[in-house]
Nanobody
């Protein structure tokens, strides 16, 4: 019912920046919140940041506070993750996630690689 497509991943040097985008389609008005998760090599998937579709409520993993910013467009059809001061430990596949009244939905993921 909801489809998510991520973009913006790539290779960046430590200290650099990237902006990830996630486009939602389908029944976007059923979405209550949108989030970014990541899974590094040999690691469990973890929550990075979450935002309500309408409103300004956000929360972040401690490891990215002060460096990453999650945001959305006015309609709640797009969610972004601005990543600054990137570290090699940020290297992971980043996934867009939407939680709504009909369930949870996931994008296909986008690779972020941070070199030292």
């Amino acid at each position: 019912q909801v489809q998510l497509v991520e973009s913006g991943g790539g290779l960046v040097q430590a200290g650099g920046s990237l902006r990830l985008s996630c486009a939602a389609s389908g029944n976007i008005f059923s979405i209550n919140s949108m989030a970014w998760h990541r899974q590094g090599p040999g690691k469990q998937r973890e929550l990075v940041a979450v935002i309500s579709r309408i409103g300004s409520s956000t929360r972040y993993a401690d490891s990215v506070k002060g460096r990453f910013t999650i945001s959305r467009d006015n309609a709640g059809a797009m969610v972004f993750l601005q990543m600054n001061s990137l570290k090699p430990e940020d290297t992971a596949v980043y996934y867009c996630n939407a939680l709504g009244s009909q369930g949870a939905y996931w994008g296909q993921g986008t690779q972020v690689t941070v070199s030292s």
